[in-house]
C-alpha cells in the first residue's frame, strides 16, 4: 500500500469552511465515549479567527476513575495547539469536568487563554456571554454525588450504545443515540433541560448580554428565550456538533453527527437589508471595541 505524501498530508489539513469565530464543548477526552476522529475531521476543515472550547474538553472525572489516553485525543490537543501556534486565539473556558484548569484562569498556555468566562462581540454587534454553564446547574452545585451518580449512569448508557450500533452497522443501519433519545423523551430530562436554559438565560440579561453560549446538557440549539438569544452548541460524544458565526454575524449550528440538522437547528437567518441585531437590555453596556474580553 502506497505511503500518503507529505502534498497529500497538506491536502487533507486544507480548511473548506471560513468563519469568523467557532465554539465547541464538551469534547469529553479521556473517555472511550469521545469522538476524537470526527472532532480531527472538524478541526481540520474548519478556519476561524477565535476558537472557544466551552469546557468538558478534558474529563477529569474519567480520568480519575480509569486512565484512557489514546494516541487519537493526543491528536486532538496538538491540532488545537497548533492553530493556537498558526495565528487563531483559542479560549478555553473550563467546565465541571475539567474544573482543574479553574486554578489557571488568566494563565496562557501553548497560546491557549484559560478563562473563567467571556464576552464574545459578533460581526453584527451582539453581545455573547460565554459559559459553560454548569455553575447555573441546581445537580452540579447542589446535589454533587447526584451528578457523578448520573455520570456513571451516562457512561454505562454510552457503553451500551457503542454495542447496540456496531450491530446497527453490521445491518447497514446508520448511528442512533439512546441518550439523545431518552432525553427527548423523558418528561423529567425534558425539564431539567428546560430550567437550565431558562436559568442561563437570564444570568445573561442581568449580564447586559445578547445573548448566552453555553454547552453542558449536551443539546445543541439556537433560540429566543424572552428576548435573549440561547445558543448551545452540543457535544462531540454523541451530537457532534459545534456553533460557528459567520463574517456577518450570523450563527449556525453545524451538525457532523448528521448533516441534515436536527429540528430547532439550523442558521440564524439575518434580514436582506440589515444584520439580525436584538433589543438591547437596559441593563446593557457600550458594546467594547475588542471582540471578546473577559468578564
Not at 93 to 113: S, T
Not at 184 to 210: D, M, P, T
Not at 242 to 258: K, P, Q, S, T, Y
Amino acid at each position: 500500500m502506497p505511503m500518503p505524501t507529505t502534498q497529500d498530508s497538506a491536502a487533507a489539513d486544507t480548511p473548506t469552511l471560513s468563519v469568523r469565530t467557532v465554539w465547541i464543548s464538551d469534547l469529553h477526552l479521556g473517555t472511550p465515549g469521545c469522538q476524537a476522529k470526527a472532532l480531527l475531521d472538524f478541526l481540520r476543515d474548519v478556519d476561524c479567527e477565535t476558537l472557544y472550547l466551552v469546557g468538558d474538553i478534558i474529563d477529569g472525572w474519567q480520568l480519575r476513575r480509569s486512565w484512557y489516553w489514546p494516541q487519537a485525543h493526543n491528536d486532538v490537543v496538538q491540532k488545537l495547539l497548533r492553530k493556537a501556534r498558526k495565528g487563531t486565539r483559542v479560549i478555553f473556558i473550563p467546565g465541571n469536568h475539567d474544573e482543574f484548569a479553574r486554578k489557571y484562569l488568566a494563565h496562557n498556555f501553548g497560546g491557549v487563554d484559560v478563562m473563567e468566562e467571556a464576552m464574545h462581540v459578533t460581526a453584527d454587534g451582539k453581545r455573547l456571554w460565554v459559559t459553560h454553564g454548569d455553575l447555573y446547574d441546581g445537580v452540579i452545585q447542589c446535589a454533587r454525588w447526584l451528578a457523578i451518580a448520573g455520570d456513571l449512569a451516562y457512561e454505562f448508557t454510552l457503553k451500551v450504545n457503542r454495542w447496540f450500533n456496531r450491530i446497527r452497522a453490521k445491518c447497514g443501519l446508520p448511528y442512533w443515540s439512546l441518550s439523545r433519545y431518552l432525553k427527548h423523551k423523558v418528561k423529567r430530562a425534558v425539564s431539567y433541560i428546560n430550567e437550565f436554559e431558562n436559568a442561563v438565560a437570564r444570568e445573561a440579561r442581568k449580564r447586559g448580554a445578547h445573548g448566552v453560549v453555553c454547552g453542558h446538557i449536551h443539546h445543541a440549539e439556537i433560540r429566543e428565550i424572552d428576548g435573549i438569544l440561547y445558543c448551545n452548541d452540543g457535544d462531540w460524544v454523541e451530537s457532534l456538533t459545534a456553533l460557528v458565526e459567520h463574517f456577518d454575524g450570523r450563527l449556525e449550528i453545524i451538525d457532523r453527527g448528521d448533516e441534515a440538522a436536527l429540528p430547532g437547528m439550523g442558521m440564524l437567518p439575518a434580514p436582506k437589508s440589515a444584520p439580525v441585531v436584538l433589543p438591547v437590555p437596559a441593563t446593557a453596556k457600550a458594546a467594547a471595541p475588542d471582540t471578546v474580553s473577559s468578564v
